[in-house]
T-cell receptor, first 116, second 107 residues
């Protein structure tokens, strides 16, 4: 069945460095992927919609220069947290819908980012 | 803005008791809504979708156009139902969730 794979599952980085998170759709092509941030015991907050071959659409309040999204192929979207700071520490999740009408979304396992 | 809302952040029920998670929507017509579930330390996964009308793990949800609701129900809660539940919008829109509802089933 369809699977969305995220890598890495966890990462620790120093303040000021950049971190790239990959989201891959396995066994299906995803023209659209979504990136979320989740704080402990809270809902998923949509950060941006990643569109293959075009610019991502960011939600209000999300800095596009800080959270760079690239969706270069139909199976891969990447989120780069640039110049990371401790407040960027969070759980990041991606998802992708199977193309078609009324289709479900599949979610990655998430990436725990800790900025020290 | 078109969206789904879940008014309850936390539901605590006893094992064997009925449970109902509320979801209201602001879409017109008969939107094809979804329910997703996130068990502890697991990724989100589909629980059920409106269009299939299936009962998954004993849960059902009916679209009520008069009340613009898509409440999730289960007649007898089990401990393994403890999880975070999310009502989700139609697949043609961006996948933006509401607050979600944490369900805690106590023995």
């Amino acid at each position: 069945g369809a699977v969305v794979s995220q890598h890495p599952s966890w990462v620790i980085c120093k303040s000021g460095t950049s971190v790239k998170i990959e989201c891959r759709s396995l066994d299906f092509q995803a023209t659209t992927m979504f990136w979320y941030r989740q704080f402990p015991k809270q809902s998923l907050m949509l950060m941006a919609t990643s569109n293959e071959g075009s610019k991502a659409t960011y939600e209000q309040g999300v800095e596009k220069d800080k959270f760079l999204i690239n969706h270069a192929s139909l199976t891969l979207s990447t989120l780069t947290v640039t110049s990371a700071h401790p407040e960027d520490s969070s759980f990041y999740i991606c998802s992708a819908r199977v193309p078609g009408l009324n289709t479900e979304a599949f979610f990655g396992q998430g990436t725990r980012l800790t900025v020290v | 803005a078109q969206r789904v809302t879940q008014p309850e952040k936390l539901l605590s029920v006893f094992k064997g008791a009925p449970v109902e998670l509320k979801c209201n929507y602001s879409y017109s017509g008969s939107p094809e809504l979804f329910w997703y579930v996130q068990y502890s330390r697991q990724r989100l996964q589909l629980l059920l979708r409106h269009i299939s009308r299936e009962s998954i793990k004993g849960f059902t949800a009916d679209l009520n156009k008069g009340e613009t609701s898509f409440h999730l129900k289960k007649p007898f809660a089990q401990e393994e139902d403890s999880a975070m539940y999310y009502c989700a919008p139609p697949s043609w829109g961006k996948l933006q969730f509401g607050a979600g509802t944490q369900v805690v089933v106590t023995p």
